[in-house]
T-cell receptor
Framework: KAGVTQTPRYLIKTRGQQVTLSCSPI?????VSWYQQTPGQGLQFLFE???????NKGNFPGRFSGRQFSNSRSEMNVSTLELGDSALYLC?????????????FGPGTRLTVL | GNSVTQMEGPVTLSEEAFLTINCTYT??????LFWYVQYPGEGLQLLLK?????DKGSNKGFEATYRKETTSFHLEKGSVQVSDSAVYFC??????????????FGKGTSLLVTP
């Protein structure tokens, strides 16, 4: 079974631009969560989608948004990029929502904002 | 709010040494607790979990016991190998909180095992 895939793996953008990151969950998984990982703040939850609906959202500004498609694939978008948005963005999928459902993580997308 | 505190390291050990990585938490409800591991250049992998007090999670020689009285979930391994070198994250999920089922992570502990 293929794991969680994220594209692109690396991305370089400049301040003020916007970016879209993609995540394909494990086949059969309906829940997708996004996390931001930085050296200073560590791993922080962005949002979770389940069956195309946002179930939960972390404490991030409105510039960060996401969506999920009917095939469970998910995208996250960051508008008006700032230097502080440079991070590793991790996507995780699980069969369903709930703390008993193991979350499987992708390798991440490394975003650098210049 | 909920939080997880773990020793940040780096921790450097010789092969076959005993490993302990401390993790304590604060939570408003009854969280599930997890240890994740991140190898260089890779995403996180679930190492073990415990869903209620006194549960012991174990995998690949690693163990951690959910201690409600001390709000702790320390990771231990009796004999580490070079291949255990990675960053270890303690995390909790507290559906009774505003965060729902989202994972709340500690800052991570870097482990380097030398031959």
């Amino acid at each position: 079974k293929a794991g969680v895939t994220q594209t692109p793996r690396y991305l370089i953008k400049t301040r003020g631009q916007q970016v879209t990151l993609s995540c394909s969950p494990i086949s059969g998984h309906r829940s997708v969560s996004w996390y931001q990982q930085t050296p200073g703040q560590g791993l922080q939850f962005l949002f979770e989608y389940f069956s195309e609906t946002q179930r939960n959202k972390g404490n991030f500004p409105g510039r960060f948004s996401g969506r999920q498609f009917s095939n469970s694939r998910s995208e996250m978008n960051v508008s008006t990029l700032e230097l502080g948005d440079s991070a590793l963005y991790l996507c995780a999928s699980s069969f369903s929502t709930g703390s008993y459902n193991e979350q499987f993580f992708g390798p991440g997308t490394r975003l650098t904002v210049l | 709010g909920n939080s997880v505190t773990q020793m940040e390291g780096p921790v450097t050990l010789s092969e076959e040494a005993f490993l302990t990585i401390n993790c304590t938490y604060t939570a408003t409800g009854y969280p599930s607790l997890f240890w994740y591991v991140q190898y260089p250049g890779e995403g996180l992998q679930l190492l073990l979990k415990a869903t209620k007090a006194d549960d012991k999670g174990s995998n690949k020689g690693f163990e951690a016991t959910y201690r409600k009285e001390t709000t702790s979930f320390h990771l231990e391994k009796g004999s580490v190998q070079v291949s255990d070198s990675a960053v270890y994250f303690c995390a909790l999920s507290d559906p009774g909180s505003n965060s729902g089922y989202a994972l709340n992570f500690g800052k991570g502990t870097s482990l380097l095992v030398t031959p």
